[in-house]
Protein backbone atom coordinates (compact mmCIF):
# COMPACT_ATOMS: atom_id res chain seq x y z
CA UNK A 1 0.00 0.00 0.00
CA UNK A 2 3.19 2.31 0.46
CA UNK A 3 4.24 1.92 -2.79
CA UNK A 4 0.98 2.03 -4.34
CA UNK A 5 0.34 5.83 -2.49
CA UNK A 6 3.72 6.59 -3.26
CA UNK A 7 3.31 5.84 -7.16
CA UNK A 8 -0.29 7.07 -7.20
CA UNK A 9 0.96 10.16 -5.59
CA UNK A 10 -2.83 10.16 -3.81
CA UNK A 11 -4.26 9.15 0.11
CA UNK A 12 -5.40 5.92 0.69
CA UNK A 13 -7.47 5.76 4.22
CA UNK A 14 -7.40 2.69 5.45
CA UNK A 15 -10.78 1.89 7.33
CA UNK A 16 -11.99 -0.45 10.15
CA UNK A 17 -15.03 -2.17 10.12
CA UNK A 18 -16.36 0.69 7.32
CA UNK A 19 -14.78 2.96 9.80
CA UNK A 20 -11.82 5.08 8.86
CA UNK A 21 -8.87 4.82 10.81
CA UNK A 22 -5.69 6.34 9.19
CA UNK A 23 -4.83 7.86 6.43
CA UNK A 24 -1.76 6.74 4.43
CA UNK A 25 -0.40 9.52 2.02
CA UNK A 26 2.72 10.11 -0.26
CA UNK A 27 5.42 12.35 1.63
CA UNK A 28 6.21 15.30 -0.34
CA UNK A 29 9.33 17.95 0.77
CA UNK A 30 8.05 21.29 0.15
CA UNK A 31 9.72 23.98 -2.35
CA UNK A 32 11.77 26.70 -0.32
CA UNK A 33 11.29 28.27 -3.54
CA UNK A 34 8.51 28.50 -6.36
CA UNK A 35 11.76 28.70 -9.02
CA UNK A 36 12.16 24.60 -9.89
CA UNK A 37 9.22 23.54 -8.11
CA UNK A 38 8.37 21.51 -11.37
CA UNK A 39 11.88 20.28 -12.44
CA UNK A 40 11.13 16.64 -12.56
CA UNK A 41 7.79 16.87 -13.64
CA UNK A 42 8.02 19.08 -17.14
CA UNK A 43 9.48 16.86 -20.53
CA UNK A 44 10.99 19.09 -23.02
CA UNK A 45 10.92 17.18 -26.51
Not at 1 to 6: G, K, L, S, V
Amino acid sequence: MMDEANLAGKEITITKNGKPVPILKPYRTLAQTIFGLHKDRINSN
